[in-house]
């Protein structure tokens, strides 16, 4: 199994040679700006004009996160459908909105859509090869250059703020956000001042739980267990408080007495992570002291981490940019 180093976090010689995952989500202020600057709202303008869809169904990589975003306000039905395939009632009084890091994935479902007659609203990377009658007629591909999934959605909510279908999102606003979220994280601050290379030491020898109580809080949670799991390969659980609270209540509490070189751990320990937004009630905030209080008593240590500022979309966006720096870090310090 890899041991954890902390020292390894602030060693510029390791920095520099392990350091493009920081460096990527760094830039992703940048990348968010230069996809508004490549993305050509008109072409959605040039098909939608006037149309008034029945409901709105949303596809790809990020349709639950438009679909957290939207549905408190969204007019009409809204549905983030995880299938390839449509469902059976889509026809020419809906819009399909497909968010694609690879259009090839959904090029199919997108053809399906287009022959039953809805509009569709494609953001991606780049173009994709589609039906080129459709193109101005009932077709709107929105290029962003980037695959970064979080961008290209925000894309896509522009889109449909400018259809009246979901609140002012604020790119730019988000954008100086996520610049602030990478200033705060950087690999130039040394441990102490650094709240993400914190976060990673109590999560380098631990299994993590994860635990957002409102929506976008909850999605940004699953986010980094996928995260989590896919960089060191660690089991990772994200989940509500009431499946939380019974893994909690099974962790062993730690002997301070205990020799580790003599009877090491049979197994890690656990560290609970809770996101929050800002945006919850009473219930939100009961919940999340119910969760604290039971994993200080079990000896589980407790990693805050919050954002409450701006737009739903805002604050999760430097919410889960702030997990990922730790996850980030917690892979550099893995030897």
Not at 224 to 249: G, T
Not at 271 to 292: F, K, Y
């Amino acid at each position: 199994m890899l041991e954890f180093d902390d020292g390894r976090l602030d060693d510029p010689e390791v920095l520099a040679r392990r350091g493009d995952r920081l460096r990527h989500l760094a830039l992703a202020g940048a990348r968010l700006r230069r996809a508004l600057d490549l993305a050509d709202l008109g072409a959605l303008a040039a098909v939608a004009d006037g149309f008034r869809p029945r409901a709105l169904i949303a596809l790809g990589t990020e349709a639950r996160l438009l679909r957290a975003v939207a549905e408190p306000t969204c007019p009409l039905p809204l549905v983030a459908w995880p299938r390839p395939d449509l469902p059976a009632w889509v026809g020419p009084l809906d819009l399909v909105v497909v968010v694609a890091g690879d259009l090839g994935a959904t090029g199919e479902t997108v053809r399906a859509a287009l022959k039953r007659g809805a509009v569709v609203f494609v953001v991606g990377p780049r173009l994709g090869a589609l039906p080129e009658f459709a193109v101005g007629r009932s077709l709107a591909q929105i290029v962003t250059g980037t695959d970064d999934g979080l961008v290209n959605a925000m894309i896509a909510l522009c889109g449909l703020e400018w259809l009246g279908v979901t609140p002012i999102s604020q790119p730019l606003v988000v954008a100086d956000a996520l610049d602030a979220v990478a200033e705060e994280c950087s690999p130039h601050l040394s441990l102490g001042l650094n709240p993400a290379k914190e976060a990673a030491v109590a999560l380098a020898d631990a299994t993590v739980l994860l635990w957002g109580g409102t929506t976008l809080a909850a999605r940004a949670a699953r986010r980094l267990a996928e995260s989590v799991r896919a960089a060191i390969q660690r089991v990772a659980l994200a989940a509500d408080a009431a499946e939380l609270l019974p893994v909690l209540a099974g962790a062993t509490p730690p002997d301070p007495f205990a020799d580790p070189f003599l009877r090491p751990a049979t197994a890690p320990a656990h560290c609970l992570v809770t996101l929050d937004d800002a945006t919850g009630g009473p219930s939100v905030d009961e919940a999340r002291r119910d969760l604290e209080r039971l994993a200080t008593a079990r000896g589980v240590r407790v990693v805050p981490l919050a954002y409450g500022e701006g737009s739903p979309v805002q604050r999760y966006a430097c919410l889960l940019q702030r997990g990922l720096f730790a996850v980030a870090f917690l892979e550099l310090g893995l030897e």
